[in-house]
């Protein structure tokens, strides 16, 4: 199994645009498209049965890592509140990137309207053959990501050197 891509809800697309692509470095593979509740193509049939009757439409857009993950932002025609995470719900609460420039896109993070939620922190402090780091960030609308500067697997392997 791999990943293929995330969706995710912003409040603002083109401010979402600008925070993933300026801040965190993805690419716009398509960008700002309006998608409107219709029956008459599959594309519309499936937006019908995710979002339900009465969804009004929405915009997106497809932006992608620089592994090739796909980044789907939904703008709906009906916005939503600001996102508050809810840590007593089951569910999805954040997304990971991994960057080799840690302290650059936590500056740009916030230069571009993020926050940055916590100190940075080093899963093994006390051995300096260890060095990953981690943060929790959120985008301008609440969603949390968390950024790693190294891989997964050498995050918590534990023989990594």
Do not use: W
Not at 80 to 86: C, Y
Request: charged share 30%.
């Amino acid at each position: 199994m791999k990943m293929n891509h995330v969706g995710i809800m912003v409040g603002d697309m083109d401010k979402a645009v600008e925070f993933y692509t300026n801040a965190l470095s993805l690419e716009v593979v398509m960008g700002n498209t309006k998608v409107e509740e219709e029956r008459e193509t599959a594309i519309g049939r499936m937006c019908v049965a995710v979002f339900g009757e009465g969804f009004k439409g929405f915009n997106i857009a497809h932006l992608v890592t620089t592994d090739g993950i796909g980044v789907e932002l939904f703008e709906m025609k009906e916005r939503q509140e600001r996102h508050n995470v809810d840590f007593s719900r089951i569910g999805i609460f954040h997304f990971c990137l991994q960057t080799d420039d840690f302290q650059g896109a936590i500056e740009r993070t916030e230069k571009f309207g993020g926050k940055v939620r916590m100190d940075i922190m080093r899963y093994h402090p006390e051995d300096d053959s260890k060095p990953a780091k981690m943060v929790y960030l959120e985008d301008p609308f609440g969603n949390l990501f968390e950024l790693y500067s190294h891989t997964y697997e050498e995050t918590y392997s534990s023989d990594y050197e």
